[in-house]
C-alpha cells in the first residue's frame, strides 16, 4: 500500500454499530420491563376474579340453601295450615294485589291531603283578605261616625212653639242628610205652593200665604180631623203640633220662601209615628 492511499473508516463505524446496539439493548429492557408490568397486573386481575368467582359459587349455594329452607317453611306452613303449593300461591298473590290496592289507596290519600291542603292555605289567605278588607270597612266607618257627629255638633237646636222640648233642625238639604243618619226620627221633604193642599207623611199642609222679602210664611196643618194655623212664621222656626192615636209631637220646619209663593222645607216625625202607605 502506498503512503497515498486512504485507510477505511472502522472506527466510525464500529461507534454507530455500538450506538445501534444500546438503543436495541434499551428497547428490550424497556420491553421486558412492560411485559413485567403487564404480566403482574394481570396475574392481580386473574386473582381477583378467581376471588369473585369464588364469592358467586359461595353467594349460590347460600342462596340454594335460602331457597330449600324457604320451601320447607312453605310446606309446613302449608301443611299446618292445611293449604297445598297452588292455595299459598294463590294467597301470596292476593296479599301482594292488596298492598297494590292498599299503596295506590295511600297514593290518592296523599295527594287529597295535599288538595286539601292547597285548598287550605287558599281560604287562608282569602280570610287573611277578608280580615284586611274587614279592617278597611271598621276604619272608614268608624271616620264616618266621627264625621257624623261632627257635623251634628255643628247643627241649631232651637225650642218649638209649643213646648219647651228643643230639637236639632236642618236649615238646608245637607243638614237634613246628617239629621236622616242621626236615625231617632222620620223625615219627609215637601215643596208647597200657595193655595194647594198637600199630603206630607200621614198628614196634609197648606201653604195660605209666602212673603220672600221678609222671609216669612202662613200654613195650615191638616191632622187627625183637625187643622193648626201656624201664622206669619219665620225660616227654620220649628213648628210643632200632636198627631197620632197616641197624641205625639210632629214638628214642621220651612228653610226657604220664593217670590213665587212657593215654600219648601221638611216635617220630622217621631220613630214610632205612623207611616204612610207605600205607593205601588
Known amino acids: 500500500m502506498s503512503e497515498f492511499d486512504t485507510p477505511p473508516p472502522t472506527r466510525s463505524i464500529s461507534g454507530a454499530l455500538l450506538a445501534v446496539v444500546a438503543v436495541a439493548l434499551l428497547l428490550g429492557l424497556g420491553g421486558l420491563a412492560w411485559t413485567y408490568t403487564l404480566s403482574t397486573r394481570l396475574t392481580h386481575q386473574e386473582a381477583a376474579l378467581a376471588d369473585a368467582n369464588q364469592e358467586n359459587t359461595k353467594l349460590a349455594a347460600d342462596l340454594r340453601e335460602t331457597n330449600a329452607r324457604l320451601k ?3 310446606e309446613e306452613l ?3 295450615l292445611g293449604l297445598t303449593q297452588k292455595q299459598l300461591e294463590a294467597k301470596a298473590q292476593d296479599i301482594m294485589a292488596r298492598e297494590k290496592v292498599q299503596e295506590a289507596a295511600s297514593k290518592r290519600l296523599e295527594s287529597a291531603q295535599k288538595e ?3 285548598q287550605i292555605n287558599d281560604v287562608s289567605t282569602e280570610v287573611s283578605s277578608v280580615k284586611t278588607d274587614v279592617g278597611g270597612v271598621k276604619s272608614d266607618v268608624a271616620k264616618t ?6 257635623a251634628i255638633s255643628q247643627l241649631t237646636s232651637m225650642k218649638g212653639d209649643l213646648s219647651d ?3 236639632l233642625i236642618a236649615r238646608n238639604h245637607d243638614e237634613l242628610e246628617v239629621l236622616k243618619h242621626k236615625g231617632d226620627r222620620n223625615f219627609y221633604e215637601f215643596t208647597l205652593v200657595k193655595g194647594q193642599k198637600k199630603p206630607v207623611g200621614t198628614v196634609s199642609l197648606e201653604l195660605k200665604k209666602a212673603d220672600a222679602k221678609k222671609s216669612r210664611f202662613t200654613v195650615v196643618v191638616y191632622a187627625d180631623d183637625k187643622n193648626y194655623e201656624k201664622k206669619d212664621r219665620n225660616l227654620n222656626e220649628p213648628l210643632q ?3 197620632g192615636k197616641d ?3 210632629f214638628e214642621i220646619v220651612v228653610n226657604a220662601v220664593s217670590a213665587k209663593n212657593t215654600v219648601t222645607g221638611y216635617l220630622a216625625t217621631p220613630k214610632g209615628a205612623p207611616v204612610p202607605p207605600a205607593i205601588n
Open 145 to 150: 261616625q266621627s264625621d257624623l257627629a261632627t
Open 241 to 243: 203640633f200632636y198627631a
Open 72 to 74: 320447607v317453611t312453605t
Open 78 to 80: 302449608g301443611q299446618s
Open 116 to 118: 286539601a291542603s292547597k
Open 247 to 249: 197624641a205625639m209631637l
Open 165 to 167: 222640648h228643643s230639637s
